[in-house]
Structures are given as structure tokens and as C-alpha cells.
């Protein structure tokens, strides 16, 4: 979780107004703007996810990452599949 962590935040440095705002237990919370539309966010999406998934081969253990957005409560949620 935490080389996860590390790879994601550098990433988000690029990005203004994005940020990783908790960890709880095996998760991560972010909070992107808002977008135009529903999954106008998503590449960014796809590449914090390839980055932790990444983070398991450090340590020799493969990685799968789901993700989820949350648009106003955690009891609200909708997959974004990706194109």
C-alpha cells in the first residue's frame, strides 16, 4: 500500500486540485474536480490503478485494483468501465 501510495502521489503532483485525501485499511479515497461528464475523469483513473497495480510486482505478488466513483455518498456507486 504504501509504494502505492508513493507512485500515486507524485503522480497526482502534476495534477492541480487532485488529491489522495484517505486511506482506509486496503483503500484509497481521491478527490478529482468535477468533470463535464460521468467518467470524464476516468484515464486518470486508469493510471493511478496501473500504478498501484504495479506497486505489487515490487514486491513479487500480483495486484488487482477496482475502482469505483462515489458522487455524493459512499452508499452511491457507479462502475465506470473503461473503453
Excluded at 483503500?27 to 463535464?36: A, Q, R, V
Amino acid at each position: 500500500m504504501c509504494r502505492a501510495m508513493v507512485r500515486v502521489s507524485k503522480y497526482l503532483e502534476k495534477l492541480p486540485n487532485h488529491f489522495l485525501i484517505m486511506n482506509i485499511h486496503d483503500e484509497l479515497c481521491f478527490d478529482f474536480p468535477k468533470g463535464k461528464a460521468l467518467g470524464s475523469n476516468l484515464h486518470k483513473v486508469l493510471e493511478i490503478k496501473r500504478l498501484m497495480e504495479e506497486s505489487g510486482n515490487d514486491v513479487g505478488i500480483p495486484l488487482t485494483v477496482e475502482y469505483a466513483f462515489h458522487p455524493s455518498n459512499w452508499g452511491e456507486e457507479v462502475k465506470l468501465q473503461s473503453v
